[in-house]
């Protein structure tokens, strides 16, 4: 996903591409255990246009995502969408202070090098940071029983309502004379 700066007209490029779930893996490189999968391919389109050395970026992904759900470990899958800009700009050639204030647009700016930008690793952040930390397969949903693991969204279970903290198990039968 490289660009020439100067292939990118003032009116602006659009671009539309497919990714599979492995075009992740080296950003996931850490994660050993994964509560999710790509149940299709990641649909992309960019839409690049130029200002001077400024290149102004849009994107929108979208995916079917199968996750495992936080609460009653069912699966269910959903539809990911997000979408996204940035400002990138060339990386300027002084040092700046270890310390500064960042305005809201600064959260929206990137810098590049040379005269070929790689968006890959923006759209890959934005793909990331779209997935919940934990995801659940409705508001609603009740898990499981701590005791016995029955889900509790498929009915009630035969568990006594007074949960004992197993910590204090013993004094249950302890008797003062």
């Not at 050395?53 to 269910?76: G, H, P, Y």
């Not at 898990?143 to 009915?155: E, M, V």
Request: a neutral charge; proline letters at 5%; one cysteine or more.
């Amino acid at each position: 996903m490289k660009f020439r700066v100067e292939d990118i007209e003032g009116e602006g490029r659009e671009q539309a591409l497919s990714r599979q779930e492995d075009w992740l893996e080296e950003r996931l490189a850490g994660e050993t255990q994964r509560t999710f999968r790509f149940a299709s391919p990641i649909q992309i389109r960019l839409h690049l246009a130029r200002t001077g050395r400024t290149i102004l970026m849009r994107s929108r992904v979208e995916a079917r995502v199968e996750w495992i759900c936080a609460r009653c470990l069912t699966s269910f899958s959903r539809t990911l969408t997000s979408e996204f800009k940035t400002s990138l700009k060339p990386k300027p050639d002084f040092l700046l202070p270890e310390e500064i204030e960042l305005k809201r647009e600064d959260l929206e700016t990137e810098f590049y090098e040379g005269e070929e930008i790689d968006v890959a690793p923006l759209v890959q952040d934005q793909i990331l940071l779209t997935l919940p930390a934990k995801a659940i397969c409705r508001e609603e949903c009740r898990g499981l029983c701590p005791k016995c693991g029955q889900n509790l969204n498929r009915g009630t279970c035969q568990c006594s309502g007074k949960v004992i903290d197993p910590r204090f198990e013993s004094l249950k039968n302890f008797r003062v004379h």
